[in-house]
């Protein structure tokens, strides 16, 4: 028996119904919330399986009507172009990057010659899909070098720009290279091209299932501990994500995302800034692999996309998201 006095106030009170907790839920998760990644590969009518991630394909090219058109129906409002390029085509300056005809760019023109301006168009601005080091940036005595590899995303960008990209994302993490990339794009009247910054990019552990994905896993032999951040430092985050919003950048990413919601946080908190959040290959696979195992079940994927919501980003890159918004 309870003796005493009840509380005055009850918190469960207005968590008895469903319609009292959706009156007072602080963040929602919506369709417009999502960027839905799509790798791209060589070939006709291919929609390949990727191993390490379950129920992620890659595509050809004349695949992608199909999957674009059910990301457009869902109100899904931008995808993000990852390409598996073929081993015969890497080379130690990435120069596939620059091909007028490589998988992006074909796969650009070919969504926005169907889809016009009705659906967002991001490509990745990085060399390590198109070298045979796997690495983002030139090599030279096995360090990558910043200013030489800023020269080759800035021709990357305005080629990709040039194809129809809508939002440029420079994933590299050279010191400068968006202000240079913002430089060129507006010299060469791409004003409306946006820039969204990997801005706070970790030397993380969670990306090997996509560097399966694009190939590049088996090709690099080190690490990326001498550009991408140290997973250990939090003040450094705010360091990078100030000198890319002074250079031009329109919004800025967080990669990996769950490990780092008390980054997304902080850089929210900070600058008034539209942060993206990436639920990367890692975190997919573990909460894959967890609904697979009937661990969990497909509510922790919205819980996991919540959170972000809940740290500040603004929306979330996630192989998830067109699961989700068929069910949201």
Known sequence: ??????????????????????LIQENNL??????YPIFLIEGKNKKQSVKSMPGVYRYSIDRLGMIVNNVAKHKIPMVALFPSTPKNKKDKLGSEAFNEDNLVCRATKYIKKRFKNNIGIMTDVALDPYTSHGHDG??????????ETINSLIKQSLLQAQMGSNVIAPSD????????????????NFHDVQILSYAVKYASNFYGPFRDAVGSKKSLKSNKKSYQMDFSNKNESLREVALDIKEGA?????????????????IKENFKIPVIAYQVSGEYSLIQSGINNKLINEDAIIESLMSFKRAGASAIVSYFALDIAKKI
């Open 250 to 266: 329109d919004m800025v990413m967080v990669k990996p995302g769950l490990p780092y919601l008390d980054i997304i946080q902080k």
């Open 138 to 147: 030139l090599l030279k005595n096995n360090y990558v070098i910043n200013d």
């Open 30 to 35: 919506s369709c417009n919330d999502l960027i």
């Open 173 to 188: 993490m050279m010191d400068g290279r968006i202000g240079k990339i913002r430089k060129s794009l507006d010299k060469n």
């Open 1 to 22: 028996m309870i003796t005493g006095k009840y509380p005055s106030l009850r918190l469960r009170r207005t968590r008895k119904y469903n319609w009292s907790r959706r």
